[in-house]
């Protein structure tokens, strides 16, 4: 197959370039970036100098529908839902890795995202691309959302708690996500210059982060009845990486090993998903520059509170890996076909 890239000179984007290049099914064909068109992706990033010397071409609904047999889309929020319609219409794969077909209420979307939402004609034929939640429902389909960075590691960390009924959910789960700097996409601000996080850390959106209804509208889905949650963001001093932290209060007493049992048996099949033993918890580094979900569990006997610690590398399973994965499930190949890499350490 061959594969087309929008947004290629994004982080999003050149990680999906990285990821690519080792598939063995895929031949990437075509990179395209509005802002440096007409440049070679080499001019954008010297370290695929004679890897991948691709120019990086304007965007052409005739001609990427003849050329590419899928098509990734690594834009801004809110760029997406402007430019992917045409190629959906056409048939085309399509694999959205911004926010704009994740939230399937336009009314959310303009609440939390600031922005006009898309089409519901779209919307409604997008579906939520969280492979080891809903596989069935992606399989057979074109158009993917990809989830957000901090939705996948929150949801794969708080599913198995919903699913077995064993937390209570009447608005006393509580998400605190930290991340690296390159979730904040490659542009020039402010916040992340190195010498505004070199050394410091700070939440950001407190209470308002766009991530909130993304993360509640897919428990709210599993679960049949409404669920809110306390998500809020804090951003670190480095480059890659996402850990959260869930609490919740349990219904019942469990001891560490019954909660470490549950995961094990809820993921069990799922290769891209490790649970850690009793008093070991993940660290970002440990799943760094893969797919790699890695989860720990521990229940707090004096206030009866499950704490559940997520990593994720926020770049591969958080963006470009799952819809790499995503891309898998579509062709009904092996979701670890291109991906099945051991994490960079140290």
């Not at 004679?50 to 990427?64: A, D, G, V």
């Not at 399989?139 to 929150?154: E, H, I, R, S």
């Not at 660290?283 to 569990?297: A, F, L, S, W």
């Amino acid at each position: 197959m061959k594969a087309g890239i929008v947004g290629a000179n994004g982080y999003g984007g050149v990680e999906l370039v990285r990821l690519l290049h080792h598939h063995p099914m895929v031949t990437l064909d075509l990179l395209v970036s509005h802002s440096t068109q007409g440049h070679k992706i080499t001019d954008q990033y010297p370290h695929l100098h004679n890897i991948l010397e691709l120019p990086l071409e304007k965007l052409s609904l005739n001609e990427i529908t003849d050329r590419v047999d899928v098509l990734f889309f690594a834009t801004p929020s809110g760029v997406t839902k402007e430019i992917a319609p045409p190629f959906v219409k056409a048939g085309l794969p399509c694999i959205d890795l911004s926010g704009d077909f994740r939230l399937k209420e336009g009314h959310s979307y303009e609440q939390w995202y600031k922005k006009s939402p898309a089409e519901p004609e779209f919307l409604d034929q997008a579906v939520y691309g969280l492979p080891e939640i809903f596989r069935e429902r992606i399989k057979d389909k074109t158009f993917v959302a990809n989830p957000g960075c901090y939705p996948t590691a929150a949801l794969l960390g708080i599913i198995p708690l919903i699913k077995e009924g064993i937390a209570e959910t009447t608005g006393q789960i509580i998400i605190d996500g930290k991340t690296g700097v390159s979730g904040a996409g490659r542009k020039l601000v402010q916040g992340s210059l190195f010498s505004e996080i070199n050394e410091n850390t700070k939440a950001y959106n407190l209470g308002s982060h766009q991530h909130t209804p993304e993360i509640e509208q897919v428990l709210t889905d599993l679960h049949g009845k409404d669920i809110k949650v306390s998500f809020n963001a804090h951003l670190v001093p480095m480059t890659r990486g996402i850990l959260c932290t869930i609490y919740a209060p349990l219904k019942e007493r469990l001891a560490d090993a019954d909660l470490v049992q549950l995961y094990k048996e809820a993921y069990q099949d799922e290769y891209f998903v490790r649970i850690r033993p009793e008093k070991t918890w993940p660290g970002t580094k440990e799943v760094y520059g893969t797919n790699y979900c890695d989860i720990g569990v521990k229940v707090d006997e004096r206030t009866n509170m499950v704490i559940v610690v997520s990593v994720i590398d926020n770049l591969v399973k958080g963006a470009a890996g799952q819809a790499i994965q995503n891309m898998n499930l579509l062709n009904h190949w092996d979701e670890r076909t291109g991906l099945d890499t051991i994490p960079v350490y140290p």
